[in-house]
Structure formats: structure tokens, C-alpha cells
């Protein structure tokens, strides 16, 4: 075998595996004893900037069911006893179905704006997993915690997005298309 092949080979893998691998770290750095007073806690939204981020250019790099996996690993990581199993894997499914719905929108506009879609989708998911935990408990869980997980995510996402945007692979809507700009003035297509 060539070393071309090889390098193509490792490289292929490389860009295949780049995502899960980014979750899979992100997941587990929410474990991470830090000494910084508010940061730990902030933590277990972390994993939603990756989805949020990867979901943008190559969102069948990060299929269902590994965003499935990863929410349970979150909520069996984070969860202390009682707490619902799964609400974070429904959030990221749910991020990146909104994120693949609205990419012509997010994709190819100034960061300012993929930083308000983040924060609306970010708020979405802070707000789903709060009120699905407050149900499953049957108990008014305080809101004030989740608020700082998305005070704090917030802040750090013009941190660790242009990131995270360097180690994703080219976005494929930024490729011109032969299709593109071939109607005429006052032409419609289908």
C-alpha cells in the first residue's frame, strides 16, 4: 500500500471519528474537578456547543443514535439518583434536527448571528431539560442553576466556537454549485 493511500486512509478516519470523539471529550469534561467556583457547574452544556457546531457543516457526522449514546452518558454521568435518563440525547437529536432544518440561515452569515441561533437553541434545550426533570420528579426544581449553565455557555461560545469551526471540515454549502446563478431575471425554479 502507498503512503498516499495510507495518509488518505487515516485521514478519512480521522475526519470520520473527529466529532463523536469531540463529544465523547466534552461529555467527559464535565466531570472534570475544576477549582473555579461557577465554571464545574456550567459545565454539561458544553457538549451542546459541539452538536450545535459539527450539526452546521457535516451533521451526518453525528447520527441519532451517537447523539443518543452521548445524552445518556451525560445524564448517567450527571444524574444523581431519580434523575430522568435521556433528556440530554433528546435534546441534541432535537438541536441537530433544528440546526439541519435551519442551516441555510445559520451557515455563510456573520458570527453574530450563528451566535443568536445558538443562544435561542441553546435556551430551548436549558428549558427542556429543565421542565422535563421538574416533571419526573414531581418537584419545582430551583431555575437559578440552569440559568448560570447558560449564562456561563453563552459567554464562552465566541471562546470555543471559531474553535471548534477550525477543526470542522469545510462546510459543504460554501462550495459553489454549477446550479447556482443559472436562472435568468424573472425565471423561477422547482
Excluded at 488518505?8 to 475526519?15: F, P, S, V
Excluded at 419526573?136 to 474553535?163: E, F, G, H, K, R
Aim: proline share 10%; net charge positive; charged share 10%.
Amino acid at each position: 500500500m502507498r503512503a498516499d493511500g495510507l495518509l488518505a486512509a487515516l485521514d478519512q478516519l480521522g475526519r470520520l471519528v473527529l466529532p463523536g470523539t469531540l463529544l465523547l471529550f466534552f461529555v467527559l469534561l464535565t466531570l472534570a474537578p475544576l477549582r473555579a467556583p461557577y465554571l464545574s457547574d456550567a459545565l454539561p452544556l458544553l457538549p451542546v456547543l459541539v452538536v450545535f457546531q459539527f450539526s452546521l457543516a457535516t451533521p451526518e457526522r453525528l447520527p441519532g443514535p451517537l447523539l443518543l449514546a452521548m445524552g445518556v452518558l451525560l445524564d448517567l454521568l450527571l444524574g444523581g439518583p431519580g434523575a430522568p435518563v435521556g433528556v440530554s440525547g433528546l435534546g441534541f437529536v432535537l438541536i441537530r434536527a433544528a440546526v439541519m432544518a435551519n442551516r441555510r440561515y445559520l451557515v455563510g452569515v456573520p458570527f453574530l448571528f450563528q451566535w443568536v441561533g445558538f443562544c435561542l437553541l441553546c435556551w430551548t434545550f436549558v428549558v427542556l431539560v429543565w421542565a422535563l426533570t421538574s416533571l419526573w420528579t414531581w418537584l419545582l426544581i430551583d431555575p437559578m442553576a440552569a440559568m448560570m449553565q447558560y449564562a456561563v455557555v453563552i459567554v464562552l461560545y465566541p471562546l470555543l466556537a471559531p474553535l471548534l469551526a477550525r477543526v470542522r471540515p469545510r462546510d459543504p454549502l460554501n462550495v459553489p454549485e454549477p446550479s447556482r446563478g443559472t436562472a435568468r431575471p424573472g425565471e423561477t425554479t422547482i
